[in-house]
């Protein structure tokens, strides 16, 4: 009888229950018996039966009552009760119906009658149990898919940011580069030219050391030995200058990488880099804020193969969060605490073995409670307060290290000591 349902026989008369348990028996069921109301509850606890025949007129609690009891249980509300009547005793089926039992049978009992009986609820029994456990399984598979439907969502939008955000660079960059190049080519003549007037005038006051009254009494109201010695100064700042626009200029195409293939072998410490100028100003001291130290320990690393503008995007969420956790916790310190341990970001790259590469991100602000941590990865989680953040950065973030590049992103933190990120990427793809 392997696998056979056991039956819970409740009845306070002996032979009754020898007769139900032989013809269960029969029919292949395990049998259990109690003899009143109180035992059965006990015993259907304990056993957990496919079915229960319960006797209505016993001692002590009557059928009803144990009924009523059985129901209200967690552990054996859904257990289907079938109750034992005689045909002499006047009984309330309804009342029985209605307390959650699913049928009645009557004494002396025909066997066949009985057995079919108890074939057909068990039956449905089953069917209702694997009913709910398919509605469960879907309601799993539907909660999956939703979440999948809203990670592609979200994915789509922050796709379209970036797009929007590449074609933005593009144009800005183009619309730069045009009269940026003019001046800067300019700049290279300027000096020249200056150079040869300088030499020219210096000729000049060599050739003609005395000259008359007015000229030079407008070289001492100009100040003319002041502005030779600044004209070239300033000439190499206005091309540093332009030269620091370029720069910018070119980090912010290379944070897009607006015309690069999805995956490409790329040097990591460029992304960072390009990353770092676009946040450079919050770094920078600001008026209820100490500038924040940025501490570089880069290793010798081999080009790796990644989408560059999504790892650029990574980086930006992260050093974002970090210099947003330290700007909360500056507002929580004193000036003498934040003089004694100053704000810093340390950025670490290494080498962990000839398949991948590691980048640690972490800061030395307040920390992230354990509670609101095992929820930072999850789409739409944020605790900042609205018009500050959207809270789907971190998930994009892990999303790209994760499944765009087969990689690791983890958090560490502790209250008080900081917040660490480690992103560990494969060298090939």
């Keep these: 009888m392997e696998n056979a349902d056991l039956i819970l026989v409740v009845d306070d008369t002996p032979a009754n229950l020898a007769i139900l348990s032989e013809a269960l028996n029969d029919a292949d069921f395990e049998v259990a018996i109690a003899t009143d109301g109180e035992l059965a509850i ?15 007129m016993m001692p002590g609690i009557d ?23 005689a045909l002499s005793d006047s009984i309330d089926k309804v009342q029985g119906l209605s307390l959650g039992a699913v049928d009645y049978v009557t004494k002396p009992f025909q066997e066949a009658e009985l057995i079919a009986r108890v074939k057909t609820q068990l039956k449905l029994y089953h069917l209702t149990e694997h009913l709910e456990e398919q509605v469960a399984e879907r309601t799993v598979k539907l909660k999956q898919a939703l979440e999948q439907v809203q990670q592609s969502q979200v994915q789509l939008i922050q796709s379209e940011k970036m797009a929007a955000l590449g074609q933005l660079v593009a144009g800005v960059a183009h619309e730069i580069n045009n009269p940026l190049n003019f001046i800067h080519a300019n700049l290279n003549h300027m000096e020249e030219y200056t150079r040869r007037f300088l030499d020219f005038l210096a000729l000049y006051q060599k050739n003609y050391p005395n000259p008359v009254n007015e000229i030079q009494q407008q070289a001492e109201d100009f100040d003319l030995e002041f502005m030779k010695s600044d004209i070239i100064k300033t000439l190499t700042s206005m091309k540093i200058g332009t030269e620091r626009i370029r720069e910018i200029v070119l980090s912010l195409r290379n944070f897009a990488r607006i015309d690069e293939a999805e995956f490409k072998a ?21 008026p209820k804020r100490p500038e ?57 790259t290494s080498l962990i073995d000839a398949e991948s590469v590691q980048i640690i991100i972490a800061d030395n602000g307040c920390g992230i409670p354990e509670y609101i941590r095992k929820y930072i990865f999850d789409p739409f989680f944020t605790t900042k307060p609205v018009g500050k ?33 480690v992103i560990q990427i494969p060298i090939h793809q």
């Design 63 to 85: 059928g009803f009552e144990t009924c009523r009891r059985l129901k209200a249980s967690k552990v054996t509300k859904n257990i289907p009760i079938i109750f034992m009547t």
């Design 42 to 56: 006990s015993q259907a606890k304990l056993s957990l039966p496919s079915l229960i025949l319960l006797d209505i």
């Design 389 to 421: 953040g959207t809270g789907i950065g971190l998930s994009i973030s892990y999303q790209i290290i994760t499944e765009k590049h087969k990689g690791q992103l983890k958090c560490f933190s502790e209250i008080g000591q900081g917040t660490k990120f």
């Design 292 to 348: 924040i130290k940025l501490i570089r320990e880069y290793d010798k690393l081999p080009l790796v193969e990644c989408s560059s503008g999504q790892l650029n995007q990574v980086f930006m969420n992260i050093l974002a969060n970090a210099i947003d956790s330290l700007e909360e916790a500056n507002a929580k310190l004193t000036y003498q605490k934040i003089e004694d341990s100053p704000y810093q970001i340390t950025i670490s």
């Design 266 to 286: 790329i040097d990591i410490h460029e992304g960072i880099e390009s990353t770092l100028i676009i946040l450079q100003h919050r770094f920078k001291v600001q």
